[in-house]
């Protein structure tokens, strides 16, 4: 059972997680968080995570794979926190996770009793709305821990602006 969330309780903030994957449907969450959080006196938890490897043959060169993957998780979330900060004065929480993204996003929302609300985006494609988004829908968002924020790749910075 989920911890209950301290969001609103005094020396706490209400966090919005993003989940960082660098797709370009990925920015509208990113603007959608960091506006509500700004509007709301919020934060903004930027998580990326890393699949882990599958090459165990010898420790050195996965080692070498994980810190290589590390790096690229670490320049990745950087540049979206500087995209970040030319949105909004809100500075990011920055985290990165290795294992399979659905368990990781869970227990971060578990072991941070401040998330409460993870921001995700659909993409606009033909192919559907995106991994994460398909994945959390099949599983049923009803059984999610926290509310789900969907925002449309479609969606122009200004009725973004207007709405949040």
Same mark, same amino acid.
Request: aromatic share 4%; glycine share 6%; net charge negative.
């Given at each position: 059972?989920?911890?209950?969330r301290?969001?609103? *309780?005094?020396? !706490?903030?209400?966090k919005?997680?993003?989940?960082?994957?660098?797709t370009?449907?990925?920015? =509208? *969450?990113?603007r959608?968080?960091?506006?509500?959080?700004?509007?709301?006196?919020?934060?903004?938890?930027?998580?990326?995570?890393t699949?882990?490897?599958?090459?165990? !043959?010898?420790?050195?060169?996965?080692?070498?794979?994980?810190?290589?993957?590390?790096?690229?998780?670490?320049? #990745?979330? &950087?540049?979206?926190?500087?995209?970040? &900060?030319?949105? &909004?004065?809100?500075?990011?929480?920055?985290?990165?996770?290795?294992?399979? =993204?659905?368990?990781?996003?869970?227990?971060? #929302?578990?072991?941070?009793?401040?998330?409460?609300?993870?921001?995700? *985006?659909?993409?606009?494609?033909?192919?559907?709305?995106?991994?994460l988004?398909t994945?959390?829908?099949?599983?049923?968002?009803?059984?999610?821990? #926290?509310?789900?924020? #969907?925002?449309?790749?479609?969606?122009?910075?200004?009725?973004?602006?207007?709405?949040?």
């Amino acid at each position: 059972m989920m911890r209950p969330r301290r969001a609103r *309780a005094e020396g !706490h903030k209400r966090k919005f997680l993003v989940v960082i994957d660098d797709t370009p449907e990925c920015v =509208r *969450a990113l603007r959608y968080a960091a506006k509500r959080a700004e509007r709301t006196n919020g934060a903004v938890v930027l998580l990326f995570v890393t699949e882990p490897s599958d090459f165990q !043959h010898w420790l050195g060169v996965e080692e070498v794979m994980r810190a290589e993957a590390m790096e690229e998780a670490e320049n #990745i979330l &950087s540049r979206f926190a500087a995209r970040m &900060s030319e949105m &909004s004065n809100i500075e990011p929480e920055l985290v990165i996770r290795e294992g399979k =993204r659905a368990e990781e996003i869970r227990q971060l #929302i578990e072991e941070d009793e401040d998330v409460a609300i993870l921001v995700l *985006a659909a993409s606009g494609g033909t192919e559907g709305p995106g991994p994460l988004v398909t994945s959390i829908a099949q599983k049923g968002a009803g059984a999610f821990p #926290i509310p789900v924020t #969907i925002v449309p790749e479609t969606l122009t910075d200004e009725i973004m602006d207007e709405i949040v």
